[in-house]
């Protein structure tokens, strides 16, 4: 194998294998609910509203802004992401 192709299979496993440990918290992660009837799933922290949430729909945090008031979720049964203030998020499930 020439080491242009080497140092591309080397770029490539290193990236699959940072793919799957970055996935692996979210995989990992409980399921929570929501405390509200409704909510509104936003592009970005106070951004546009793309979708809107109903109970009950199960989530997955995968992050938080720095001070915990907003959270980026996934759907569980659609795959929907996006961000939604963290206070309308119930305590995880097991």
Request: hydrophobic letters at 50%; aromatic letters at 4%.
């Amino acid at each position: 194998m020439s080491s242009g192709r080497a140092s591309h299979a080397v770029a490539v496993a290193l990236t699959a294998g940072a793919l799957l440990v970055a996935a692996a918290p979210a995989a990992a992660a409980p399921a929570r609910g929501l405390c509200v009837d409704r909510v509104a799933l936003r592009d970005a922290p106070g951004g546009f509203a793309i979708a809107h949430l109903r109970r009950p729909q199960r989530l997955v945090v995968l992050d938080r802004t720095a001070g915990g008031r907003w959270s980026l979720v996934r759907a569980r049964r659609t795959g929907t992401q996006g961000w939604l203030v963290s206070a309308v998020l119930c305590a995880p499930s097991r």
